[in-house]
């Protein structure tokens, strides 16, 4: 298999037309993957938001392809990665929840890239992706110490440094580079300076039920939580984005200053987002409201400097199709998502199927299902846990993006292929076997476990 082939050539030189990028685009010799775990994508200033959060992301995208609605998989970390990594539905490789350990026999796309002479990476800032989770991905090195003597997850600074020793160490051997940044979860603890910024406006104090595990407290019943211990909330996520945000404008001035921007193609991608009180709910997983399955997704080719917005609907589930098809290889053999390479030369794109499909995280509750079906500006919405089920019919552009008032009736023929598709999917019997003590207290210190 040829990483320079006649196909390749072509697409990247309309690429590079279309974008009427100076110098003209190039087929790329690396690949840098970055992940921005938990970060929804409104809260960019790339995707519109006022507030400053992002500079240097926005710098970067007003120079990349910017694809401006992206739904993830499933808002679960692990889940969520298996799918960017693979091209594979979470219903593929397996894994519906963290903690579990894929398949064997997956194949990533840093698998591809290794086999064809490329030295392969990941740098990963949460226990939910350390090493063993990675196993049979194609990664030469996972770099995952002193996750555990750090409550199982690094900060943008730590992933942001080993990344630049990995790159300066490398000579001149083409890479494949996977950076994982996990600041935007909960807890917000952002710097100080950041935090007073963004949130310093806030006199509290702060309801005292509040202690670490934020998510889970902020979504108790039973407090009561004032419009300015709310706002104050998501101020401190905006912290933690703006934190994010100048460790990623380390990254990119050493890119610019080393001349790989040349030579690399950039992904920045997020793996679900996050709910700050909407529907009064926070967090991700449990629920598929809009700002939990919208994420950032940013590309730059080899020497791009004019930016294009794409409004076509894109998945994660595209990310593994698209990296190969730039570097002229195979998609990962069963992928569901397809190549978003011809929308840089402006093609329009419809999803995969005509559909997308999003499955709710069900972790430690076999009897927990969820999932959404977007198609165009329709949304239809499954959950079913003890209670009992429910079906909700409803519009993405609802009020506040949040799934629109339902229109659902038990009698009509929408609620009949309603039906009919939730039975299809519902298809995972059961969690596979008891997580390990060593797993649960991981889990249990990010939140995920009570």
Known sequence: MKLHDARLLLLTALAGA??????????????????????????????????????????????????????????????????????????????MQNGVLPASDLVST????????????????????????????GFARVLDDDLEKNFHQ?????????????????????????????????????????????????????????????????????????????????????????????????????????????????????????????LNHWGHGEWLLEPIIKVPLILRLPGQRQGRQVESPAETLDVAPTVAEFFGLSSPAGSRGRSLAPALSGASLEPSGGRIVVR??????????????????EKWVYYRDGAGESFHLGRRAGAGGLDGESTFSADSEAAARFSELVRSLDDISALPGDLSTETRDMLRSLGYLP
């Open 110 to 137: 840093f698998d591809l890239l290794r086999e064809v002479g490329l030295e392969t990476a990941a740098v990963v800032s949460s226990g939910v992706l350390e090493e063993r989770f990675l196993q049979g991905l």
């Open 154 to 278: 690094l900060p943008a600074s730590t992933v942001t440094d080993r990344a630049l020793e990995l790159l300066a160490a490398r000579g001149s051997r083409p890479f494949a580079l996977w950076l994982h940044y996990f600041d935007t979860h909960e807890p917000y603890t952002p710097p100080a300076n950041l935090a007073e910024a963004f949130a310093g406006d806030y006199d509290g104090p702060f309801p005292e039920s509040i202690d670490g595990r934020l998510v889970a407290s902020l979504n108790d019943p039973e407090l009561e939580l004032s419009p300015a211990d709310r706002e104050h909330v998501s101020n401190l996520y905006d912290a933690e984005v703006a934190y994010l945000d100048s460790e990623l404008g380390r990254l990119f001035a050493y890119l610019e200053e080393s001349g790989l921007t040349q030579s690399t193609l950039v992904v920045i991608v997020g793996d679900h987002g996050q709910a700050l009180g909407e």
């Open 18 to 95: 279309a974008l009427s990028c100076g110098p003209t685009t190039t087929t790329p010799s690396n690949f840098l993957l970055i992940t921005l775990d938990t970060l929804r994508a409104d809260r960019l200033g790339a995707y519109g938001y006022p507030r400053p959060t992002s500079p240097h992301l926005d710098a970067f995208a007003a120079r990349s392809t910017v694809f401006r609605d992206v739904t993830c998989s499933m808002p679960t970390t692990l889940p969520s990665h298996l799918t960017i990594l693979t091209g594979l539905a979470p219903d593929q490789h397996g894994v």
């Open 360 to 377: 709710r995280r069900y972790q430690d509750a076999p009897e927990r299902r969820g999932v959404a079906f977007l198609r165009g500006g």
